[in-house]
């Protein structure tokens, strides 16, 4: 096991290399020593919240390229600790968290190759059970500071079964059967698939979600069973597995085989529990609990008989028997036809006289014995029917329940299919109207377009435009005159050790680099702020454009007027509003190129922002509960501002930090080798890495740090999905002549 210098070794290392910062390297670092110097444990440690590992809320944990942020403990033991986390990845691609849970394992259960061999076989194993009533568990990953493994499962909201009975103790039969069906099915779906058998049934091992969905969790001790050579022999089934209490009399027998018949004696001690509301004794000693009659609770008994072969086949056959009622066990099956009459019982009857003149006392005593076996025979064939009729009822609603599940399936396919056949039309369409538009473009040169009236607020010397539509009935967006020159694109580095130090990862202040200069060749036209709910509307109502998302323009989830920049709006969407909009005015419209873009938002200045190399929600809206390079906290307005409620930069445009992402022309690229130097989009890609999928946003949003608000920050997010974190901004070709002036 390493010693804590060895820990802080690597975590100097992680440092040093930028993947953690200052703060968190204290934080980790002393965790790791008040561990060293702690008192021995005591007998209950494993109970204690926190183990040698230091893990502590908001810690982050994880390689350099999949990092989780410790958000809640949810369970400590002493085989580790399950925490509730952030995907961190998943957080910085689509502007939410996603909240998972991590089982984290001490570093002494996998300090050998082989131990290790078995975690990663654990969560292969795991990811293959697909099914509604077993947690899923996603891949596994190991934390290089602490050398701890650990796998990243589904997060549930809810309880497990042991809080539950804590709270409730005793539970009736119905409620008992309704919570272990679903735990049945489960384990079914993993014999008849895999093979697997679990081998840890108990009341901890089951959760109830808030919606009342009941999960199966923790496969970790799992066996698998194979054939070889025409019989079943165990995989890895460990030899001691399982809860004293739950665990079959079998379970550490040597060369045991897994079967069904290890989880059913699970389950029948955990019913016993929850009618009884007492937990088993590891001795298997079980007494009758209130309420359960002899029927019933002769079949709980062969669930928890010593010998396998006496148990029910299956849990839900176990289930399916308790829910019958079936016939009592000292009640013998009759044989096929009469039996003899001096074979049955006499009920009711004297025996008949001695004296063998007594013939009338014989005859009635052998008919009373004839009508008893009747009675006896047809009150058999009743119990037989009443639980053969409950046994096809479990099955019909069982397969019920299946081909439903099966039919949900396949329209969720066949849905999820017509969504991406219909993104890939619209994207094909978005494309070719783009290409047109710019064959269009070629053939007929915009005319110059006369200046709009200088707005009394705009910066000295600013020159506005104002497309009008070609039927006089409105006009496009307010736009700028952005002058040609040249600057420096990318970030100093300087810049990035700050934004190293505020959290930023090494291989996302990668793609700010090298720092290089672009030389913008001609003049152009940028929209003043990003493209308004107002503007997007009257596209909408032209056009009868139809979202393709989960975000709604209309109502994104927060207030919003006309003069909020529009979110919900996909790369391809975007392209179809600059066709519609270039066909309405005459002029070429497109998305501003990223170096156009960055060249924009600079205007002129060489610092973090184009205001200086300092921030707060006075001057852009953004997460305000973080700040940059040690500046104030401020507001966090949860969701858009008004596109001119703050100040434009020294060129006129608002905006271009904060409140929403901004859609530009370009592919996504790693870094910028390779990249044009003209200022034209960069959409090659193939042997440089470029992503077409995938498409540049730039500018930072409402939901974001302001470390995200840098003018040279590069995001990137699938061209098909909408956010309610992304809009756009318009950009426009000028005629020759056109837009003659001075930016001061």
């Known amino acids: 096991m390493q010693t804590a210098l060895d820990k802080i070794r690597e975590l100097r290392a992680l440092h040093d290399d930028g993947l953690l910062s200052g703060q968190e390297f204290e934080q980790r670092k002393n965790a790791i020593l008040d561990a060293a110097h702690a008192s021995p444990p005591v007998a209950n440690a494993s109970s204690l919240p926190g183990t040698e590992l230091g893990l502590m809320q908001g810690q982050q944990v994880g390689p350099a390229n999949r990092r989780y942020r410790l958000e809640r403990l949810i369970a400590p033991g002493g085989m580790g600790q399950v925490w509730q986390a952030t995907d961190l990845a998943t957080y910085a691609e689509l502007g939410h968290s996603a909240q998972v849970a991590l089982k984290i394992l001490s570093p002494e259960l996998t300090q050998s190759s082989g131990h290790a061999r078995l975690l990663v076989q654990e969560a292969t194993r795991a990811r293959r059970l697909a099914h509604e009533n077993i947690v899923r568990v996603y891949d596994w990953a190991q934390d290089p500071a602490t050398s701890s493994f650990f796998l990243i499962m589904e997060c549930l909201e809810g309880e497990d079964l042991g809080s539950l009975l804590a709270r409730e103790r005793a539970l009736p039969l119905a409620r008992v059967l309704a919570l272990l069906v679903p735990i049945g099915e489960a384990l079914d779906y993993a014999w008849d698939k895999h093979r697997l058998v679990h081998r840890d049934i108990k009341p901890a091992n089951v959760f109830v979600t808030k919606r009342g969905e009941v999960k199966l969790l923790d496969f970790g001790i799992a066996a698998r069973a194979r054939a070889q050579g025409g019989t079943w022999s165990s995989l890895e089934a460990p030899p001691r597995s399982g809860t004293p209490g739950y665990r079959a009399p079998e379970a550490g027998a040597p060369d045991s085989v897994p079967a069904p018949g290890l989880d059913v004696y699970s389950v029948a001690a955990m019913i016993h529990q929850m009618l009884s509301g007492r937990a088993p004794a590891a001795g298997g000693a079980f007494d009758r609990p209130d309420g359960l009659d002899e029927g019933k609770w002769a079949v709980l008994r062969g669930g928890l008989a010593h010998d396998p072969a006496e148990r029910p086949h299956s849990v839900l056959e176990l289930l399916s028997r308790l829910a019958a009622g079936p016939v009592p066990l000292d009640v013998a099956a009759p044989a096929a036809g009469p039996a003899p009459a001096e074979d049955l019982p006499i009920a009711n009857a004297e025996r008949p006289p001695a004296d063998e003149s007594d013939e009338q006392a014989r005859v009635q005593a052998a008919a009373e014995a004839r009508a008893a ?146 030389g913008i060749e001609r003049p152009f036209a940028l929209g003043r702020y990003p493209v308004t709910v107002g503007e997007w509307r009257v596209f909408v109502e032209a056009t009868g454009w139809q979202p393709d998302g989960d975000v709604n323009w209309a109502a994104p989830g927060f207030a919003q007027l006309e003069s909020h920049p529009v979110v919900g709006v996909s790369w391809g969407d975007a392209q179809l509003y600059l066709a519609w909009l270039s066909e309405r005015t005459g002029a070429r419209y497109r998305l501003p190129s990223e170096a156009e873009w960055e060249y924009a938002c600079r205007a002129g200045t060489r610092t973090a922002f184009s205001f200086g190399d300092a921030i707060d929600t006075s001057l852009a809206n953004y997460d305000g509960n973080f700040s940059w390079n040690g500046g104030a906290h401020g507001d966090y307005r949860r969701g858009t501002t008004p596109v001119t409620q703050f100040a434009a930069n020294p060129w006129g445009l608002h905006d271009m930090h904060g409140n929403v992402w901004e859609w530009v022309q370009d592919v996504m690229h790693d870094n910028y080798e390779g990249a044009p130097l003209d200022g034209s989009a960069w959409e090659a890609d193939g042997e440089r890495g470029g992503d077409r999928a995938r498409r540049i946003l730039r500018g930072g949003c409402w939901l974001y740090n302001p470390r995200y608000l840098r003018s040279a920050l590069r995001n990137a997010f699938s061209a098909v999905m909408s956010n309610d974190i992304v809009g756009f901004r318009v950009a426009r070709d000028l005629a020759d002549g056109e837009g003659n002036g001075n930016i001061s």
Do not use: C
């Open 373 to 518: 076996a009747v009675r006896l025979r047809r009150e058999q064939e009743k119990r037989e029917r009443v639980h053969t009729d409950a046994a096809r009822r479990v099955r019909r609603e069982a397969l019920r329940e299946q081909l439903a599940a099966r039919r949900a399936e396949e329209v969720a396919k066949a849905r999820q299919a017509q969504e991406e056949a219909q993104r890939k039309a619209l994207q094909a369409r978005a494309a070719a109207a783009y290409l047109a538009e710019q064959e269009r473009a070629r053939a007929h040169p915009p005319a110059p377009a006369e200046p709009a009236a200088l707005d009394a607020t705009a910066a000295p010397g600013l020159i506005l435009l104002r497309d009008r539509f070609q039927d006089g009935s409105g006009a496009g967006p307010e736009l700028v005159v952005i002058k040609a020159g040249r600057f420096q694109m990318g970030s100093p580095e300087h810049e990035r050790s700050i934004a190293m130090a505020a959290g930023a990862q090494k291989n996302w202040l990668a793609r700010e680099t090298p720092q290089h200069w672009v």
